[in-house]
């Protein structure tokens, strides 16, 4: 009896060690782009923190904090260009 418990039990953890790699991948991306959004509310939030003497403002949203986390740095003067143009 004693055999089959610690069998199980082995059993049991190797599913949880494979299901627990295959789902992490995507749990990381995840957290990743999270971050890298918040990264970049931070960044249009110090674009319109330095725009409001030159009367500039970038609108704070998830668009564009998706975008600057992703593309980083070119995605804050992508932005910056698109509304210097009156794109957005």
Not at 7 to 30: D, N, R, S, T
Request: charge should be positive; hydrophobic fraction near 60%; glycine fraction near 12%.
């Amino acid at each position: 009896m004693d055999n089959r418990i610690i069998l199980v039990f082995l059993g049991c953890l190797a599913i949880l060690v494979i299901f627990g790699k295959y789902f992490a991948f995507p749990l990381k991306k995840i957290l990743k782009l999270v971050g890298n959004s918040v990264l970049g509310a931070l960044i249009i939030f110090l674009i319109n923190l330095v725009g409001t003497s030159f009367n500039f403002h970038i609108g704070l949203s998830i668009v564009n904090s998706v975008i600057v986390g992703i593309l980083g740095i070119p995605g804050a003067c992508l932005l910056i260009l698109l509304k210097v143009f009156g794109i957005i």
